[in-house]
């Protein structure tokens, strides 16, 4: 096992033991507790920049600066693996964050390849769509029923 996979795989083991402490019926409990990095409850748009930062460099395999169809194709069978075990299969508010991560959201020039900067220039619009209240942080209120 490379160390690129070793890194990937604990990367898994962590999503999949931060669900385990989620309480039931909150909404986006996993994502928080996955994202936050000052475990305050709250995840700001540094914490998602950095988080998609490192997220872009477990799945670069070859650390080429560029997510290769294949290293992409990873990407989102690990993404669809984790939402299904520990975030409902990505539905309702869940969706967005899911969608934000994938090849069509961030391919830029749209050759089929990601590479670091289109993935991070993609940060901020990321954070805007999950961030629907608009207030500046991803909380538990942004996974709630519209309306709420």
Not at 17 to 24: I, N, W
Request: charged content about 25%; glycine content about 12%.
């Amino acid at each position: 096992m490379t160390v690129r996979s070793f890194m990937v795989s604990a990367a898994l083991l962590c999503c999949a033991a931060a669900a385990g402490t989620a309480g039931p019926g909150q909404p986006g409990a996993h994502f928080i507790e996955n994202w936050d990095a000052n475990a305050d409850g709250r995840v700001t748009r540094t914490e998602a920049a950095e988080k998609r930062a490192d997220l872009f460099y477990m799945f670069d395999q070859d650390e080429d600066g560029l997510l290769s169809p294949a290293e992409y194709d990873l990407f989102d069978a690990t993404r669809a693996a984790d939402m299904q075990a520990n975030a409902g299969g990505g539905r309702g508010p869940l969706k967005t964050v899911h969608e934000g991560l994938m090849r069509a959201f961030n391919d830029s020039d749209g050759n089929g390849s990601v590479s670091r900067e289109e993935f991070l220039a993609r940060s901020d619009a990321w954070f805007d769509l999950v961030d629907r209240d608009g207030d500046g942080a991803i909380t538990g209120a942004d996974f709630g029923a519209r309306g709420n």
